[in-house]
C-alpha cells in the first residue's frame, strides 16, 4: 500500500495551487515573448505582467502599482530592500533587526557589520515577543534602517508591525522601515499602509506560487538602488526580463490567498489547534514553545523533551508525515535553532523542538492520523533516552 | 535529508541492545544534553569477555545508529578486541555515515573508551595506567569551549582518521562548530600534528641501524623504565630484529594481567611516537 503524503511542512514551502498552475502554462509554450517587445505578439504577455502586478498591490493594498517589484524569491527581496535603502542613505551607518531574523536577512547583516556598519539586534522574551522598548531606545539619527519580520518562520509569531511604525516615526522619521513578510503572506491580511511601512516583501512558493518568484513593496517616498544592473525592466530596480510565467502564478497566488485568508483564519487555525491539543494532551513530555504569543494560524512549535528532534522527524518520515525540527542535527550546523536560543527555550526541550505547518490542503484525517501516531514514536524515543529519571519526573508532575 | 545508509536506517528504525545493566562491570558516557547528544553504555564483563552491553542515547538517527552497532560490536569480544575499535570501525560497520554526523560515531569510542577507562581504573595493579590517564588528563586543555572539546580529543580524532582540515575536525568532534572562535587553534593543533609527524618521518629515515638500537635503548632506560619503577616494575631490553623490539618485564609488571595494556598503550606508544611509527613491541618471558 502506498503511504499516504501528510505534509505539514508549510513554512517550508507548499504545493503550487492547481489554479495558479494552470494560470502559469500559457505563459511557457503560447505566450512567450518578451513584455517589452514592439509588437502586437508581446501584449498578452505585457498585459499578464500588469495583471499580475495589479493582483499584488490589492494584495498588500498598496496604493500604486508603481510600488511593486517582482523578484525571484524572499531573499533577493530583502537584499534589494536593505542594500537599496543603505546605498542611498550612505551616511548612515546604523541598522536595528531581531535576533529572530531569517537567515536570509541575519547573513546580510553580518556581512555589513564586516563592512562598517553597527547593527542592534532586538531581543524577544521567552514566548517569542519583541522587546519593543529595546528597540524604541535603540533608535537614533544616524539609524538608517529598522528591519523585522512580520511573524518567524520558526514559531509563527507576529511581530506588532504597526506599533513598531509608530515607534519609528516617532523617533527618527528618517528611518526606513523594512518589514520581511514572507511569514505571513497568505496567512493574515497585510495592508501596507495601515502598517505604515516603506519597504516589504514576499515570496511566492510559500502561498502556493511556485519557488524562483517573489515580490517586493517599495512605498513612493523610499527611493533604492537596483541590486541587479541592466535593463530598464520593474522601473529601473530590477534588471533582467521578467519571468512571466511565474510572475503570473504569483499574481493568482496572490488574488487565491486573499479570498482564502478568512479559510486560514478559522478553518487551517481550528485544524492547528486540533493537533497542538492533541500532541499537548496526549504526551507528557511536549511543551508549547511559544506559549500565549499571537501568531499565524497554521504554525504550532512544540519541545520535546529529553529526546532529539532529527529522530522524530526520521520517524514521522517513515509513516509520511513531514514536519520540521529546530534541532541542531537537522541544520547541518551544530547548534540549535538561533530563534528558540534566542527565546531561551530550555536546553532539555530546544533539541526536541517540532515545527508543524499547516495550509488549506491539510484535512481533519491528516491531523487525527498524526494525533494517533505521534504519541507512539515518541514514546519509542523516549524509551532510549539516558534520561529516565527526569522523564519519570515529569510524568508525574503533569499527572498531579 | 541527510543520505543515511540503509544499515543506519534499520539500526534507528529497530535499535539493539536499548536500556540499563543494573549492575554493570563498567559504564561509560560521552556527550551532554546541551550540546545535543549524549550516550550511556553499560557492559557487563567475565574473564576478559564483554558477556553483555546495553545503551541509552540521546541523540539523531545516526547517533542511536552508532550506539546500537556498537553494542553489536562488542558483545562476546575480548576487552583487548574491543580496545581496538575506534570511530572509524564504528562508522565503516554501519556503511558509512554523512561527513556532518561523523562526530556521532566519535561519541560512541568516546563513551566506549570512558566505560574501559572506569573498568581499568578499578583494577588496583594497573596504576601504571592510571597515572598514565592522570597525567594526560591534567595536561588537557578545552580548545572548544562550546562543546567542551579538549585538545587530546581533537589528537585523537586526527590520528585515527587522518584528518586534514578544521572542517574535518568539526565535523568528527563538532569542535569549531558554533560560534567558531576556535578555529584558529584547531588549525594550530592540525599543524603541529603533521609537522610533528613530518620530523618522526624525517628522522627516522634518518636513523641508521645502529642509531635506532642506541635510540630505543635510551628511550626505554630515560623514559620508560622509570615510569614503570614508580609502579614497582621495571623493563628491559632483549634484543631488536628490524621494527619489532623485543622486551622483559620484571617485577610487578610481569604477571600483572594488564601487562599486554602496559606494553602496547604505553611503551610501544612511546617508541612509535619518539623513534619509529612501524615499532611492534615484543614481550619475552
Same mark, same amino acid.
Given at each position: ?5 501528510? &505534509? ?31 509588437? @502586437? ?11 499580475? $502586478? ?56 553580518? +556581512? ?37 519580520? &512580520?511573524?518567524?518562520?520558526?514559531? =509563527? ?17 528618517? !528611518? ?10 497568505? *496567512?493574515?491580511?497585510?495592508?501596507? @499602509?495601515?502598517? #505604515? ?7 511566492? %512558493? ?10 517586493? &513593496? ?30 503570473? =502564478? ?100 530546544? %533539541? ?23 504519541? =507512539? ?17 515529569? *510524568? ?5 | ?23 554493570? /562491570? ?54 583487548? /578486541?574491543?580496545? *581496538? ?33 572506569? &573498568? ?24 572548544? !569551549? ?23 575536525? +568539526? ?5 569549531? #562548530? ?16 603533521? %609537522? ?14 645502529? @642509531? ?23 623493563? !628491559?631490553? +632483549? ?12 617485577? $610487578? ?8 595494556? !602496559? ?23
Amino acid at each position: 500500500m502506498e503511504k499516504k503524503l501528510i &505534509y505539514l511542512d508549510n513554512n517550508a514551502t507548499t504545493r503550487v495551487d492547481d489554479n495558479v498552475y494552470e494560470a502559469m502554462l500559457p505563459y511557457f509554450k503560447d505566450e512567450y515573448a518578451n513584455p517589452s517587445s514592439m509588437y @502586437q505578439f508581446a501584449t498578452r504577455a505585457s498585459h499578464a505582467l500588469n495583471d499580475a $502586478r495589479e493582483q499584488v498591490r490589492a494584495f498588500f493594498n498598496a496604493k500604486s502599482e508603481k510600488e511593486i517589484l517582482f523578484t525571484s524569491c524572499g531573499s533577493e527581496s530583502a537584499n534589494t530592500a536593505i542594500r537599496g535603502v543603505l546605498n542611498m542613505n550612505k551616511n548612515k551607518k546604523h541598522i536595528i533587526t531581531t535576533k529572530v531574523e531569517h537567515p536570509c536577512v541575519l547573513n546580510l547583516y553580518q +556581512t555589513l557589520e564586516k563592512q562598517g556598519y553597527k547593527v542592534d539586534y532586538i531581543g524577544v522574551n521567552s514566548v517569542g515577543e519583541l522587546d519593543l522598548e529595546q528597540l524604541s531606545e535603540a533608535i537614533n539619527d544616524d539609524t538608517a534602517l529598522v528591519s523585522v519580520m &512580520y511573524a518567524n518562520n520558526e514559531t =509563527g509569531v507576529i511581530n506588532p508591525i504597526e506599533k513598531i511604525s509608530e515607534i519609528i516615526k516617532r523617533k527618527n522619521p528618517n !528611518t526606513k522601515f523594512f518589514v520581511d513578510a514572507v511569514q505571513v503572506a497568505g *496567512k493574515i491580511p497585510i495592508d501596507v @499602509q495601515a502598517l #505604515g511601512v516603506d519597504l516589504l516583501g514576499i515570496s511566492g %512558493h510559500k502561498f502556493h506560487a511556485p519557488k524562483g518568484v517573489g515580490a517586493l &513593496y517599495v512605498n513612493s517616498k523610499t527611493i533604492i538602488t537596483p541590486l541587479i544592473i541592466g535593463g530598464h525592466q520593474e522601473r529601473g530596480k530590477r534588471a533582467g526580463t521578467e519571468n512571466v510565467p511565474y510572475i503570473v =502564478g504569483l499574481g493568482k497566488a496572490c488574488d487565491i490567498a486573499q479570498h482564502f485568508l478568512k479559510y486560514e483564519a478559522t478553518e487551517v487555525k481550528r485544524l492547528r489547534d486540533k493537533l497542538e491539543n492533541g500532541i499537548l494532551k496526549n504526551i507528557y513530555n511536549a511543551r508549547l514553545n511559544t506559549g500565549l504569543a499571537n501568531r499565524v494560524p497554521n504554525t504550532t512549535n512544540i519541545g520535546f523533551e529529553y529526546i532529539e528532534g532529527e529522530l522524530i522527524l526520521l520517524h514521522l518520515s517513515d509513516l509520511g508525515i513531514c514536519a520540521s525540527s529546530g534541532s541542531a542535527c537537522t541544520s547541518g550546523s551544530l547548534e540549535p535553532s538561533h530563534v528558540l536560543r534566542a527565546m531561551n527555550v530550555p536546553f532539555t526541550a530546544i %533539541h526536541g523542538s517540532i515545527r508543524f505547518s499547516l495550509s488549506k490542503y491539510t484535512t481533519d484525517s491528516d491531523i487525527d492520523y498524526v494525533n494517533s501516531v505521534l504519541p =507512539g514514536i515518541i514514546d519509542k524515543i523516549r524509551n532510549l533516552s539516558p534520561y529516565q529519571d527526569e522523564l519519570a519526573e515529569l *510524568k508525574r508532575r503533569k499527572a498531579c | 535529508m541527510w543520505d543515511y545508509s540503509e544499515k543506519v536506517m534499520d539500526h534507528y528504525r529497530n535499535p539493539r541492545n536499548v536500556g540499563k545493566i543494573d549492575d554493570a /562491570d563498567a559504564i561509560g558516557v560521552a556527550g551532554s544534553l546541551t550540546c545535543g547528544d549524549q550516550l550511556k553504555i553499560y557492559l557487563k564483563i567475565k574473564d576478559g569477555i564483554v558477556t553483555d552491553a546495553k545503551f541509552q542515547t540521546f541523540g539523531c538517527g545516526s547517533a542511536v545508529a552508532s550506539s546500537s552497532i556498537l553494542t553489536e560490536m562488542i558483545i562476546g569480544k575480548s576487552i583487548d /578486541d574491543v580496545r *581496538k575499535i575506534t570511530n572509524k570501525d564504528i562508522a565503516d560497520q554501519l556503511g558509512g555515515l554523512p561527513p556532518e554526523k561523523m562526530h556521532c560515531s566519535v561519541m560512541g569510542y568516546e563513551a566506549l573508551e570512558d566505560a574501559l577507562k572506569g &573498568y581499568v581504573d578499578k583494577d588496583e595493579l594497573d596504576e601504571a595506567m592510571d597515572e598514565l590517564h592522570g597525567k594526560t588528563e591534567k595536561q588537557d586543555k578545552i580548545v572548544c !569551549t562550546c562543546f567542551g572539546v579538549t585538545e587530546n580529543q581533537i589528537w585523537e580524532a586526527l590520528k585515527i582518521n587522518g584528518l586534514k582540515t578544521v572542517e574535518e575536525v +568539526t565535523n568528527y568532534t563538532k569542535a569549531g #562548530g558554533a560560534c567558531g572562535k576556535c578555529k584558529g587553534l584547531i588549525q594550530d593543533i592540525i599543524d603541529t600534528y603533521y %609537522h610533528k609527524e613530518k620530523k618522526i618521518e624525517e628522522e627516522k629515515s634518518t636513523l641508521s641501524p645502529a @642509531q635506532k638500537i642506541l635510540k630505543i635503548n635510551s628511550i626505554i632506560e630515560n623514559q620508560i623504565s622509570p615510569e614503570l619503577q614508580k609502579d614497582g616494575g621495571d623493563i !628491559t631490553l +632483549t634484543d631488536i630484529d628490524g621494527d619489532k623490539v623485543y622486551v622483559r618485564l620484571r617485577g $610487578r609488571c610481569s604477571g600483572c594481567k594488564n601487562s599486554n595494556l !602496559t606494553l602496547k598503550s604505553f611503551v610501544e606508544t612511546t617508541l612509535r611516537e619518539t623513534v619509529d611509527k612501524n615499532i611492534e613491541v615484543v614481550e619475552v618471558n
